[in-house]
């Protein structure tokens, strides 16, 4: 019950200090669009990189993934390479929040504003 208030007490030091909260969050967010992560698959038959905007930066396909002549196969590898990398930069933007959010002392857990 007391760690109700505390979270409270957190909330409304958040809202005194709603201008800087603001300015930290923009910047943040700019740092989120700076993220990147790679994932792969099939042993390195595909690569892809995503940035911190959740867009695909880099498609590369091997030579051997080429050759393969497997279409089905190859969309596959697409996908899992794009999902794994998608998880990637994801786990990065929760932990760039979450230390944000803690040098902010705000409550563990507590979504930022824009941050989903």
Do not use: H, W, Y
């Not at 091997?62 to 996908?79: G, Q, T, V």
């Amino acid at each position: 019950m007391f760690g109700m208030f505390k979270d409270i007490g957190a909330l409304m030091s958040m809202m005194r200090n709603l201008p800087k909260l603001k300015e930290e969050v923009a910047a943040m967010q700019g740092r989120m669009a700076q993220l990147t992560a790679e994932g792969d698959a099939g042993a390195g038959l595909v690569k892809v990189r995503v940035n911190g905007s959740l867009e695909v930066v880099r498609c590369e396909l091997s030579d051997e993934a080429l050759r393969m002549n497997d279409r089905e196969m190859l969309e596959d590898l697409i996908k899992a390479a794009t999902n794994q990398a998608l998880t990637r930069v994801r786990q990065q933007m929760a932990e760039e929040s979450a230390k944000v959010a803690a040098n902010m002392g705000l409550p563990a857990g507590m979504n930022l504003p824009g941050m989903g």
